[in-house]
């Protein structure tokens, strides 16, 4: 029996009301992966993919600047 190596994240959402139009309601969230720490912002469902196939990769995420998704204005 073959195992695969196993990899852990952590993942926080939250909805941002669109500061254009404010009836919109976007998802943003943060992950990131654990022992190790890298970290990554994301916005919308299909940034959450791409961040973690990047981090599945290993491909040396750094923290991104977390002011344009902490649900302040652009």
């Known amino acids: ?3 695969r190596p196993t990899r852990l994240f952590t993942l ?10 404010p009836s919109v309601l976007e998802w943003r ?6 022992p190790g720490g890298e ?3 994301f916005r919308g469902w299909a940034g959450l993919i791409e961040r973690l ?4 990769e290993g ?3 750094e923290i991104a600047d977390a ?8």
């Not at 926080?12 to 139009?21: G, K």
């Not at 196939?53 to 599945?56: D, P, S, V, Y």
């Open 1 to 3: 029996m073959t195992t």
């Open 12 to 21: 926080r959402l939250w909805q941002v009301v669109q500061a254009d139009d």
């Open 29 to 34: 969230g943060k992950v990131q992966a654990l």
């Open 39 to 41: 970290a990554t912002y």
């Open 53 to 56: 196939e990047e981090l599945l």
């Open 59 to 61: 491909g040396g995420m």
């Open 67 to 74: 002011s344009n998704f902490e649900g302040g204005e652009q």
